[in-house]
């Protein structure tokens, strides 16, 4: 039998871990432009520095001038609490799923690169490769849906059929040619509305139309709020699952083997006054090894002090 080169990558990438591993040829993302542009003309980015800079996203040749490849990849963090209902256990803040335990952003990073190494085991040719897991200029999720991984729901986030949606992308930008590219999965939200219904600030305005200025998960990270969005952050102190815990494909999705994503309870549903009570030695010894921790403490405690008030605020209203 022949030596089959992307057969023996996918065989590595199992081996590592690696729940979904996918080849897409490498070609500026033009066909993603008339959405971009929508999204420009209502003025939904936030934190973007232009056109010029959105446009970058799509372009892969700017990355790598003789990229042929890009191998898109995903770890799934599918653990039951994330499918917890947003609104339990009364009084506590919410810090999203994604944040816990170890810094996806170094798992990813450190699979990533073994694969590479295998890859330049596998070959004599001699190849240059860059990876990114939200680091990129690129969008991962554009690659993840080129190269086959899910399919890109109404919610706007890649969804497996059976893994779901709860999962870190990265991607390899290479110019060693694969045969036989991978192909784009259709979507299969069919009459399904939930996550735009559900949606607690009106961010997900409709199937695919994404208000980033109102989105929760944005505002908590965004340096100085408004009153207005302050209100809107509602009980979340960092991030919002909410479009995604509402997903029927998550309900159903397997739970990931990765124990390093778990998270406990108390780690999702928080006491804001412990966080308000904190010192910056106390915020480092409990974060510093998530992926909250890069947002620093002013920003989390400041959050701490809205959702407490915002907790109050609505029992006053009952
Ligand atoms: S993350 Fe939250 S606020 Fe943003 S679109 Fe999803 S449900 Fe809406
Ligand atoms: S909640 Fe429904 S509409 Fe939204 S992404 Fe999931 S399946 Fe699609």
Known sequence: MSFDLKEE?????????????????????????????????????????????????????????????????????????????????????????????????????????????????????????????????????????????????????????????????????????????DRPMNNLCGSCRACIDKCESGALCDAYELNAKRCISNLTQKKNLREEEEALLGRHVYGCDVCQQVCPFNARAKTSVHACFKPKADDVYVSCDEIIAMDETSFREKYENTALYWRGYTIIKRNAKIVKHNIYSEEERQ
């Open 9 to 181: 990558i996918k065989k590595k990438a199992e081996e590592l871990h690696i729940d979904l591993i996918g080849f897409a040829e490498a070609q500026n993302a033009e066909d993603f432009w008339p959405f971009y542009e929508k999204r420009i003309q209502k003025d939904y980015f936030a934190d973007v520095g232009g056109v010029g800079e959105v446009a970058r996203r799509l372009r892969v040749f700017d990355v790598m001038a003789k990229a042929k490849t890009v191998i898109a990849v995903a770890l799934c963090y599918n653990h039951p609490i994330a499918l917890l209902d947003p609104g339990h256990p009364s009084r506590s803040g919410i810090i999203s799923a994604h944040v816990f335990r170890q810094d996806y952003h170094q798992v990813m990073q450190q699979k990533m690169k073994a694969l590479i190494a295998h890859m330049s085991e596998l070959t004599d040719e001699r190849f240059v490769f860059q990876s990114y897991c939200d680091t990129g200029v690129l969008d991962d999720r554009i690659w993840a849906w080129r190269a086959g991984l899910g399919f890109f729901g109404k919610n706007n986030f890649i969804i497996h059929p059976s893994l779901g949606s709860y999962l870190f992308l990265g991607h390899i930008v290479t110019d060693l040619p694969i045969m036989r590219y």
